[in-house]
Nanobody, 125 residues
């Protein structure tokens, strides 16, 4: 059974940093593109970042470029999102997602096969 479990996150002040992690179970992790998405109250889910199966390719949303870093540890079946220079508008539920047997870096949520349940990140002003 496939599961994606997010951890980390929580509360930070503007300008601060947080890291969210996502460990996967039942996913052929090294062959999966892993993405992070977020959803704020009253808004649609939006793409944040994606990393290819071997970690050689990444794409970021313009809103987080230069502030967030996605990485992965294939030995631990885990993907990370390091968030720095946080802004109040980064407040959202953050979701990790897996696209199995994908050599590319999809940015559309509809492309992903599996999703975590999400974890809240709150940035205070």
């Amino acid at each position: 059974q496939v599961r994606l479990v997010e951890s980390g996150g929580g509360l930070a002040q503007t300008g601060g940093s947080l890291r969210v992690s996502c460990v996967t179970f039942g996913v052929t992790f090294g062959a999966a593109a892993m993405g992070w998405f977020r959803q704020s109250p009253g808004k649609e889910r939006e793409f944040v970042a994606v990393i290819s199966g071997r970690g050689g390719s990444t794409i970021y949303a313009d809103s987080v470029k230069g502030r967030f870093t996605i990485s992965r540890d294939n030995a631990r079946n885990t993907v990370y999102l390091q968030m720095t220079k946080l802004k109040p508008e980064d407040t959202a539920i953050y979701f990790c997602a897996a696209k199995s047997f994908e050599i590319g870096v999809p940015t559309a949520g509809g492309a992903y096969d599996f999703w975590g349940s999400g974890i809240p990140v709150t940035v205070s002003s």
